[in-house]
């Protein structure tokens, strides 16, 4: 499985465990039907989900005029997803995450989400000090 695609099954399943409030695993194998996840993806899921609560709170810190809460659920469980691979993730570019999770925000998201998710990102980006 490509990268790619594990981020979009990772997004389906955190959608998923966010909103239908279900265990990961259950997630997982909802979004696989019947195969098994790779590696990536289950990272990415058991990764955001064992970190949400730093994730969350460096996301609503660099949320302006918003709240965690109030953002679409979707794009919010794309910045959880690219803010976990950005802050945990040594072996992914900081540029890959960001351009990953605008793509997936323009394809799953409204017309706005690929520009929201990007400037929240870049300023997640200058947060954790990281130079590209």
């Known amino acids: 499985m490509k990268r790619h695609e594990a981020r979009e099954k990772a997004l389906q399943a955190l959608f998923q465990i966010d909103v239908g409030r279900i265990p990961p695993e259950e997630a997982l194998q909802n979004v696989m039907g ?4 790779d590696s990536f993806l289950r990272q990415l899921v058991f ?6 609560e ?15 809460e109030r953002v679409a659920n979707v794009d919010r469980a794309i910045l959880r997803m690219a803010a976990y ?5 040594d072996d992914v ?19 706005k989400s ?8 870049s300023k997640v980006k200058d947060a954790l000090h990281i130079q590209e």
Do not use: C
Request: hydrophobic share 40%; proline share 2%; aromatic share 8%.
């Open 34 to 37: 019947g195969e098994e996840a």
């Open 47 to 52: 990764g955001v989900t064992e970190h949400q």
């Open 54 to 68: 730093e994730i969350d709170e460096l996301l609503r810190a660099n949320l302006e005029k918003w709240t965690l």
């Open 85 to 89: 691979e950005m802050k945990y993730l």
């Open 93 to 111: 570019p900081v540029k890959v995450s960001l351009d990953e999770a605008v793509e997936l925000a323009k394809k799953f998201g409204d017309t």
């Open 114 to 121: 690929g520009r929201f998710v990007n400037g929240v990102l």
